[in-house]
């Protein structure tokens, strides 16, 4: 049976059809009320409008189709945004990855209470709290809580002694029946509201159980809740108050500038904006057979694919159907800068996963609408920097060459960069990235050899005249050096060694991440948010810790007696004293810069570098490349 015979032949019903080419691979998937219907008008109607060409393209491929028929069109949404994430058809908007954030789990059913961390919530009768975006504000919460309130961290308190947490006063010992469960429960209380959001019902019982205990003069006491008032209150300060009626809310603005595609999630629970993560997706000219789009790497979390026919509404349905599928938290509230597309729909399947009714709006005014402006405004900056797309990079490098004065576009960049510890162990790396992306098999890095001391101009020298040296490697457009007026001067000195009075150079120096040029007296400031600047530090980031892990791989490979010999300072009658007189390598590293000096006897410059080196000399090496 050809195609077309199999498209007259679809059923006219609710389902999933299935797009393939001849080789089998999966094209795109999509829904559909009636399957004939739909599946027909992709080969009636070829006016696409938006992304026509891409439209036609994928069409050209279509060899064969398949379907799974539903009971209705809302068991046809589930079943395609779950075909989407298993499947990843090259024309679907597929988020990258399928990892649930975190939530706080607190069982009041148990008599001791404990913070548990989960990924899913379980129909189990315990409180879930959450979902935490990022991740990390969920464990800085758990270090806050577990410092200010003394509940058990063990899973389990049967068969138990006290432990080392007791004893540091972070635990009451449940385990060993020192406190009531009337009195646990009223600590495990102060949690809860704290996991609420109502940080400040909890701060001002604690304020008047602290005047409460100045007053019958127990100080100790006093002190102890003014510590918790305190913790409580640095936490929380960071915490913008988006709405006075304490809502959750997950807001999704978006952002389009010609191909590519960015959307900023904002996470509100209980009124307070506790997280954010971010989407981005691009629309790209058709690839070659067989070929899968890159994944956009910048974002917290990325999508991939190709922007669909119903634009900015069809990106957002999309996504929004694959974000909350599992057991991921779902708000009353979806604020949306666009309206996603077939949003009833939409509603009905995430309210019937959340099993409570769920609204998607776009807010024309008022704080919703301000808060949807936010999103969008946080996703525009993230455009504004994104190197994502070929479009983009383009855009970096002419803002690179217009702002530095470059005579050609700098399409390759090398940098370099020097790691060391007071001279220790120095090293270079030579980074190298084509086009705005890393070029990962022409990293170099380079073992310092003529350089005695911390003389980092001297090893930029010494980097530079073995790379120009090497006369099969093609010459970059932009040689980038990690520093200041000094890094600079050791390069041109270098340039000029080899004959190479016009090759283009520039060091970008941290903290006000200025661009030093040879024949600019002022160094260049480049435009905050810019594409360029974020770059060119992209490119001194990517070498500083290439350098870095080097410098690592080689303290690790050393060991603690071959590294004091790499000590300036320490000779071997040294080397022997502090052994003896601290017992064992174990000992000496684990000494104190003081203690180097008083009982090893070592001078303060030479302690400082010891202690360097023999704190890190034990830490795994990581993979490595070739060595110059």
Not at 154 to 159: K, L, M, Q
Request: some cysteine; overall charge positive; aromatic content about 6%.
């Amino acid at each position: 049976m050809d195609l077309q015979e199999k498209i007259r032949s679809l059923p006219d019903a609710p389902g999933v059809y299935l797009f393939k080419d001849a080789r089998g691979d999966l094209l795109y998937i999509g829904k559909a009320l009636s399957l004939r219907k739909r599946v027909q008008s992709y080969f009636t109607d070829r006016d696409f409008g938006y992304d026509a060409e891409r439209l036609g393209a994928m069409l050209g491929q279509i060899a064969d189709v398949e379907f799974l028929l539903t009971a209705n069109e809302l068991e046809a949404l589930i079943l395609e945004s779950n075909l989407i994430k298993q499947r990843r058809p090259r024309y679907n908007i597929v988020l990258r990855d399928d990892k649930h954030y975190p939530f706080i789990r607190l069982n009041l059913k148990d008599p001791f209470p404990a913070l548990q961390v989960s990924r899913r919530i379980k129909n189990d009768g315990a409180l879930y709290f959450g979902p935490y975006v990022p991740a990390g504000t969920m464990w800085d919460l758990l270090a806050l809580l577990n410092r200010t309130f003394p509940l058990r961290t063990c899973r389990n308190i049967a068969g138990r002694t006290l432990c080392l947490e007791y004893h540091l006063g972070r635990c009451l010992g449940p385990c060993e029946g020192l406190v009531t469960q009337a009195e646990y429960a009223e600590i495990v209380q102060k949690v809860r509201l704290v996991l609420e959001g109502k940080d400040q019902e909890v701060i001002q019982q604690l304020e008047r159980q602290m005047h409460e205990a100045a007053e019958r003069l127990q100080y100790e006491r006093a002190a102890k809740l003014r510590n918790q008032i305190a913790s409580l209150r640095h936490a929380t300060e960071n915490q913008r108050v988006i709405s006075a009626r304490g809502e959750d809310q997950d807001v999704f603005g978006l952002v389009q500038e010609g191909n590519e595609l960015h959307i900023q999630l904002l996470v509100v629970r209980g009124g307070r904006l506790i997280g954010q993560d971010s989407f981005a997706f691009e629309a790209g000219t058709q690839p070659t057979s067989g070929h899968r789009p890159a994944p956009l790497r910048h974002a917290v979390r990325g999508g991939v694919g190709w922007v669909p026919p119903e634009g900015a509404g069809g990106v957002l349905g999309s996504l929004l159907a694959q974000y909350y599928l599992g057991a991921r938290h779902i708000p009353k509230t979806i604020l949306t800068s666009h309206l996603p597309a077939e949003v009833d729909l939409l509603a009905s399947m995430l309210s019937a996963r959340a099993r409570h009714p769920v609204e998607i709006r776009v807010p024309e005014r008022g704080p919703k609408a301000r808060l949807v402006e936010m999103a969008v405004g946080n996703a525009r900056a993230l455009l504004a920097q994104s190197l994502t797309s070929t479009a983009a990079r383009e855009r970096a490098l002419a803002e690179v060459q217009q702002a530095l004065g470059l005579p050609r576009l700098p399409r390759r960049i090398e940098c370099t960069d020097i790691s060391n510890i007071s001279g220790v162990l120095a090293v270079g790396s030579l980074v190298t990235f084509v086009d705005g992306q890393p070029r990962r098999q022409e990293y170099k890095r380079f073992r310092i050899r003529t350089v005695l001391g911390a003389d980092d101009y001297a090893m930029v020298r010494e980097v530079l005249g073995r790379r120009f040296g090497k006369k099969d490697w093609p010459l970059p457009d932009l040689l980038l050096i990690d520093g200041g007026r000094g890094q600079l001067n050791a390069g041109i000195l270098a340039a000029k060694e080899a004959g190479l009075t016009d090759l283009p150079l520039a060091s970008l120096a941290k903290e006000e991440e200025l661009v030093f040029r040879p024949d600019a007296p002022e160094p260049i400031r480049l435009p905050d948010g810019s594409r360029g600047k974020h770059l060119l530090q992209q490119v001194r980031d990517e070498t500083h810790r290439f350098a870095l892990m080097y410098h690592r791989s080689l303290r690790g490979k050393s060991g603690l007696r071959s590294v004091l010999d790499e000590v300036p300072g320490i000779g071997a009658r040294r080397k022997r004293l502090l052994l003896q007189r601290f017992g064992s390598l174990k000992r000496l590293r684990a000494a104190s810069v003081e203690e180097l000096r008083t009982v090893g006897g070592l001078p303060q410059r030479v302690a400082e570098a010891a202690h360097h080196l023999l704190s890190s000399a034990g830490e795994k090496p990581q993979p490595q490349m070739n060595t110059d």
